[in-house]
């Protein structure tokens, strides 16, 4: 159920960019991703849905290939408070519909 | 935006002992709430998905016996760990789902977490 994200880890420095993969081997009906910091919650950052509407972060933006069953988090020009590990959840089909399955998570280090 | 509590932030017992550890939705109301646990530097794993009026629902290899949830209000789900033991040490969060956030749409949002220490 747990999807796989890569990289495990990214190290920027501000204003760079980033991209974060999220894959799943079950069939998807939508994917959400969250970013923690350290002894914290993690924070809502982004829901994609079937049929590509996304809803969330107005300077993050993701895709979701639902046909790959993958989705990307892109993360430009990047701040020192983007620095987090990211994590996606994914809500499959069927009977786990409403529940989310994490993967391992990417860890971002933003440096000034 | 939706904000979800818990309760206690950090708690450490005996082994042998039960904790309950709460979980609130404050602005909205959740029917269904959901427990993880995440050890450092790891993963959120689902243990159980808790629904208002009924049963839990169990992951696969989470002992319902010894995680017991009670969800008996529409803002609040309880955790209890009985007979901990000093494997059960981990950090436990709930997520609340809130079926109005976002336009309409299902979003899941997290509490901060509940740190058990098991001596």
């Known amino acids: 159920q747990q999807p796989v994200q890569s990289p495990q880890a990214v190290i920027l420095r501000e204003g760079e960019d980033a991209v974060i993969n999220c894959s799943s081997s079950?069939?998807?009906?939508?994917v959400h991703w969250y970013r923690q910091k350290h002894g914290e919650a993690p924070v809502f950052l982004m829901i994609?849905?079937?049929?590509?509407e996304q809803k969330g972060h107005e300077k993050i933006s993701a895709s979701f290939n639902e046909k790959k069953q993958q989705s990307s988090l892109y993360l430009t020009a990047s701040q020192l408070s983007y620095s987090g590990t990211y994590f996606c959840?994914?809500?499959?089909?069927?009977?786990?519909?409403?529940?989310?399955?994490f993967g391992r998570g990417t860890q971002l280090t933003v440096w000034p | 935006g939706a904000v979800v509590s818990q309760h206690p932030s950090r708690v450490i017992c005996k082994s042998g002992t039960s904790v309950k550890i709460e979980c609130r939705s404050l602005?909205?109301?959740?029917?269904?709430m959901f427990w993880y646990r995440q050890f450092p530097k790891q993963s959120l794993m689902l243990m159980a998905t808790?629904?208002?009026?009924?049963?839990?629902?169990?992951e696969q290899g989470v002992e319902k016996d010894k995680f017991l949830i009670n969800h008996a209000s529409l803002t609040l789900s309880t955790l209890t760990v009985t007979s901990a033991h000093p494997e059960d040490s981990s950090f436990y969060i709930c997520?609340?789902?809130?079926?109005?956030?976002?336009?309409?749409?299902?979003?899941?949002?997290f509490g901060p977490g509940t740190r058990l220490t098991v001596l």
């Open positions: 997520s609340a789902r809130d079926g109005l956030g976002l336009a309409g749409v299902d979003t899941q949002y």
């Open positions: 079950k069939a998807l009906y939508s």
């Open positions: 994609l849905l079937k049929g590509g």
């Open positions: 959840g994914t809500e499959g089909r069927g009977s786990t519909l409403g529940r989310l399955y």
């Open positions: 602005d909205f109301q959740a029917t269904t």
């Open positions: 808790s629904n208002e009026g009924s049963k839990a629902t169990y």
